[in-house]
């Protein structure tokens, strides 16, 4: 599914991510935990093919793809979801249409017919009540005068929706409360396929309280410094993060 | 200003000698005539006009064509903008009872609709009150163009206490084939207290070659009036689009105007409201679209000379290619106009690199006690939309046009006639379609 290898990004020539390695297999959840500064978000939006990053070298592969020489929308067809750590507000857009609009390109993409607006209304209020969301949220702009729960959420409906193959959640738990958190991560569950898999990077354990990984990995500096199961990030709420970074350098 | 003899000067000077009739009476149009024997026009050095030439109009010598076709189709697709409205339509100028709605649609409503060179008697006098009423100064060289050489216009009257009228829909179409076409269409539209109508002005233009338009309309609101004015330019690359509207509005009157300037090689809009009693209202909004080697200003002039008024300006811009945009905005607040709240804001899009805007909001307050902003921006899209668009799968051409035309629907979205909001926006992305290139 996705394939990280030795991956080197930097930012206005200076180096986030140092050598990062990553295999995420169909069916699988990954959390990616770590400090602030780590390089988390970097990863994200390398992924996702934001601009602004310099790939000095690795590779990174999805579904066989070269994904480092692909256009974002392409990476997205191709069934690759990045949900934002900071949804944007798009003012002027409506929400429904814009979603309506990206299905169908993805839609296209895989030669399958584009939906009517009818079909669409009705997948879209089918997957609104997975993440419990008003609808009049629909007829606004995208993420306009949306509170943060209700971007977050929004986030999921448009995954919901897109049913990506590989989705990427940046910091989904950031800035939510127990109850927004429950339906988000309730929302990934009912997701969850032998097809589908998730990277989740988070900085807190509570969010794999809801959703239960079948990886964890810590990264500092650039680097995953140890991987294992959910049982780590127990481990990582219990200790913090110090004790690993200091192991991680006294193997140097 | 500097007085230099040009091609469009020597056929001003021609026309005054003329005997043709005219939308107006001699005795306004002779101070005008005046003023044009002299054939000062403005040029880049007057401050006023520093950033549009008017070199192409100058250039320009009118003549007549009388080669006119037009076909029913092209005459329906701008009638779409209002299909349920009374239509009135000027052709080159002159009234057009072929296309145009009979008036006995009009009969009894409380609505008197005349071309202007047809009034007589107490409407004529209304009109010409109304005109010479006006805000527009005595340099405004293009006022006493349409005055002084006008062959016709429309005055609309509405009565007292008219509510829910049909909105009147005028559309002014030239055709220029061979020579350069001239109009410039004087109107004159009244409301009494406490009624409300509806106008659109649709400029339109046909032909090869260049059409000159020089319009001028007049507006005055009674007490507690209200009007919702359209103006929609959608003229041909090869016109020039000079037009000055003089707005009058009476204590708890409302005026909202809505300008969509999405055509022509040159449009100069100068729009000036005037409040003559206090608690009155003026809502203005605009969108100008500009590509290749467009010149588009909007001038806007709100005076607020009495207390408890409003003004709520909003003008949004976007350009392309080497076309260039100009707004400037003056809001005056007199001395005894307390509790004035002014708002002003013009925001500019940039597509291209050689796209160019210079924007100018400005307010001269002289009461204490008032709430007035203003403010104005030029920018790029927002590279972080553009991206979360790009990640839902829809390509960046797609999403700099969903992102265009939705700075654009900021404005649109406050059209309160369903079918012309369609047309305008529909106007606006088949314009957008044609520009936006990915810039990849």
């Not at chain 2, 007085?3 to 306004?28: C, K, M, P, Y």
């Amino acid at each position: 599914m996705l394939s990280i290898k030795n991956l080197q990004v930097s930012v206005e020539e200076k180096p986030i991510l140092k050598g990062l390695n990553l295999e995420v297999k169909p069916g699988e959840i990954h959390a990616i935990m770590g400090p602030n500064g780590s390089g988390k978000s970097t990863l994200a939006h390398v992924l996702s093919g934001r601009e602004g990053y310099s790939v000095d070298a690795g590779s990174a592969h999805y579904k066989g793809l070269n994904l480092l020489e692909m256009a974002p929308e392409i990476r997205a067809r191709e069934g690759m979801f990045l949900a934002f750590q900071y949804p944007i507000e798009i003012p002027g857009v409506n929400n429904t249409s814009f979603l309506k609009k990206a299905l169908n390109e993805i839609r296209k993409h895989r030669g399958e017919e584009e939906l009517d607006a009818i079909d669409f209304l009705s997948l879209i209020k089918k997957q609104m009540k997975l993440v419990e969301m008003k609808e009049e949220l629909l007829k606004r702009p995208v993420n306009q005068g949306f509170s943060g729960g209700e971007k977050k959420r929004n986030e999921i409906l448009q995954m919901a929706v897109l049913n990506p193959t590989l989705a990427i959640l940046d910091e989904t738990d950031s800035g939510l409360d127990i109850d927004a958190l429950r339906i988000v991560a309730g929302g990934v569950n009912k997701l969850r396929s032998a097809d589908n898999s998730f990277v989740v990077i988070t900085h807190y354990q509570r969010l794999l309280d809801y959703i239960i990984p079948d990886f964890v990995h810590v990264l500092s500096d650039g680097q995953i410094i140890k991987s294992g199961t959910k049982d780590l990030a127990l481990e990582l709420e219990e200790r913090g993060y110090d004790w690993l970074i200091e192991e991680a350098e006294s193997k140097d | 200003m500097a007085h230099t003899t040009n091609n469009f000067s020597e056929w001003v000077n021609l026309q005054l000698d003329s005997d043709s009739s005219f939308a107006v009476s001699e005795a306004v149009r002779s101070p005008s005539l005046s003023k044009l024997a002299g054939g000062v026009f403005p040029t880049r050095k007057d401050e006023e006009w520093r950033y549009t030439p008017l070199g192409d109009l100058l250039d320009s010598s009118p003549g007549r064509d009388t080669t006119v076709v037009l076909d029913h189709e092209y005459i329906e697709s701008l009638k779409q903008a209002m299909p349920s409205a009374h239509t009135i339509v000027f052709l080159n100028g002159e009234y057009s009872q072929k296309y145009s709605d009979s008036p006995t649609a009009l009969e009894d409503s409380g609505l008197n609709i005349s071309p202007l060179g047809q009034l007589e008697g107490t409407a004529l006098k209304l009109a010409e009150d109304t005109i010479l009423n006006s805000t527009l100064t005595d340099d405004n060289i293009f006022q006493h163009i349409a005055l002084g050489l006008s062959q016709n216009g429309l005055f609309i009257e509405v009565n007292k206490n008219i509510e829910g009228q049909t909105p009147i829909h005028v559309i002014y179409i030239s055709t220029a084939h061979g020579v350069t076409a001239f109009t410039s269409p004087v109107n004159v539209i009244r409301v009494s207290s406490n009624s409300h109508l509806k106008v659109v002005e649709q400029y339109a233009s046909l032909g090869e070659a260049a059409v000159i338009t020089v319009p001028a309309s007049y507006v005055q609101l009674e007490d507690g009036a209200g009007l919702d004015y359209y103006k929609i330019g959608i003229e041909n690359a090869r016109t020039n689009h000079i037009c000055n509207t003089s707005v009058r509005v009476a204590g708890s009157g409302t005026f909202r105007s809505h300008q969509y300037l999405l055509g022509s090689n040159l449009t100069r809009s100068n729009l000036e409201v005037s409040f003559t009693g206090p608690g009155a209202e003026a809502i203005l909004r605009g969108v100008y679209l500009g590509d290749e080697n467009q010149h588009l200003d909007v001038r806007t002039y709100l005076d607020h000379a009495h207390p408890h008024c409003s003004s709520d300006q909003h003008f949004r811009g976007i350009l392309n290619g080497h076309s260039r945009g100009v707004f400037n905005g003056l809001v005056l607040v007199q001395e005894h106009a307390q509790k004035t709240d002014a708002q002003q804001s013009n925001k500019n899009l940039l597509l291209s690199r050689d796209a160019r805007v210079d924007t100018k909001p400005q307010l001269e307050i002289f009461a204490d006690d008032v709430k007035c902003a203003h403010g104005a921006t030029v920018g790029e899209l927002d590279s972080d939309a553009l991206f979360y668009l790009q990640s839902r799968g829809i390509d960046k051409k797609d999403a700099t046009l969903m992102l265009t035309r939705a700075f654009a629907a900021e404005v649109t979205q406050e059209i309160d006639i369903d079918s012309l909001q369609t047309y305008v926006q529909d106007k606006i992305s088949a314009s957008l379609d044609e520009i936006v290139i990915p810039s990849v």
